[in-house]
């Protein structure tokens, strides 16, 4: 039986995500956004698969998935990724294909990401 993320896990992403946005205001109304995708209900999350990254995410950009990132599909582009969960064959095929999973507080402080949903 697969493990589902625990409300517990999600409310700790958006406490990271609002503690980043705290630093940085010009990315307040995105921030707002993720939260507003992150917190709703086990049914409505956002789900994405590689495939759907390779066709819309440049080279060396920066992108937040507020739900689970799944496996289908094939990466040939390196960018950093932050989501709230990944599936293991995501992982597997997102570094080999050089792509960088980082931690969504270091996207935000930064700036200049993308949401993709």
């Given at each position: 039986?697969?493990?589902?993320?625990?409300?517990?896990?999600?409310?700790?992403?958006?406490?990271?995500?609002?503690k980043a946005a705290e630093s940085s205001e010009k990315n307040a109304g995105l921030v707002d956004d993720l939260v507003r995708y992150a917190t709703k209900p086990r049914r409505q999350r956002v789900i994405?698969?590689?495939?759907?990254?390779?066709?819309?995410?440049?080279?060396?950009?920066?992108?937040?998935?507020?739900?689970?990132?799944?496996?289908?599909?094939r990466v040939s582009r390196a960018f950093n990724?932050?989501?709230?969960?990944?599936?293991?064959?995501?992982?597997?095929?997102?570094?080999g294909s050089k792509c960088k999973i980082v931690d969504v507080e270091e996207i935000v402080r930064k700036g200049n990401f993308r949401i993709i949903i």
């Open positions: 039986m697969q493990r589902q993320i625990e409300k517990d896990e999600i409310t700790e992403w958006v406490q990271r995500l609002s994405v698969n590689l495939n759907k990254l390779q066709k819309y995410v440049k080279d060396n950009e920066s992108i937040v998935v507020p739900g689970k990132v799944l496996g289908v599909g990724l932050a989501a709230i969960e990944f599936s293991g064959s995501a992982v597997e095929k997102l570094k």
